[in-house]
T-cell receptor, first 112, second 111 residues
């Protein structure tokens, strides 16, 4: 069964700290993996998309990596800010345009 | 940027009502999806569609149906709303290698 897991469920850090969010998946035959951000009561905002042929993607202070052999992806946030506080979700896709399999998310709180 | 628009942010409906949730995307995406999100259960796929007039059941289709008469519009229908369908409903569209875009969500309360 294809599953995606995110640990920890919640994380609190002081402002300015660099941090890593973890995502693991059981089936390494992943087509792509996407990281999303969700603010309370809102929809999902796409942050980064990594294709199976790629190792990492970067956007501003965010860097996402993908290691298919170990079944892991990480989202690195540099110099965290209170505005980064949100729930971060990773989701794996196993075929073109197929359904996403979501992790449960990590709720991040960045304290001023 | 692709935009996915859900017609209502908040809805309150009565038990037994037929409820329509509308979703429109402004790009030529083939694939569209409906998820619901509940605390502790995460996002669960209700229905999806790979083309006009096509639909596939997701993980929790019971009590729901969908309609896709035009490529840009994907409607979720609650045939007879029940209190256990109170949830956040999220629509998404995708284009192959370019990932998914989600709408802003509809918070449905059934009383």
């Amino acid at each position: 069964k294809q599953e995606v897991t995110q640990i920890p469920a919640a994380l609190s850090v002081p402002e300015g700290e660099n941090l890593v969010l973890n995502c693991s998946f059981t089936d390494s035959a992943i087509y792509n993996l996407q990281w999303f951000r969700q603010d309370p009561g809102k929809g999902l905002t796409s942050l980064l998309l990594i294709q199976s042929s790629q190792r990492e993607q970067t956007s501003g202070r965010l860097n996402a990596s993908l290691d298919k052999s170990s079944g892991r992806s990480t989202l690195y946030i540099a110099a965290s800010q209170p505005g980064d506080s949100a729930t971060y979700l990773c989701a794996g896709c196993y075929n073109q345009g197929g359904k996403l399999i979501f992790g449960q998310g990590t709720e991040l709180s960045v304290k001023p | 940027d692709v935009k996915v628009t859900q017609s209502s942010r908040y809805l309150v409906k009565r038990t037994g009502e037929k409820v329509f949730l509308e979703c429109v995307q402004d790009m030529d995406h083939e694939n569209m999806f409906w998820y619901r999100q509940d605390p502790g259960l995460g996002l669960r796929l209700i229905y999806f569609s790979y083309d006009v007039k096509m639909k596939e059941k997701g993980d929790i289709p019971e009590g729901y149906s969908v309609s896709r008469e035009k490529k840009e519009r994907f409607s979720l229908i609650l045939e007879s709303a029940s209190t256990n369908q109170t949830s956040m409903y999220l629509c998404a569209s995708s284009l192959l290698a370019y990932g998914y875009t989600f709408g802003s969500g509809t918070r449905l309360t059934v009383v």
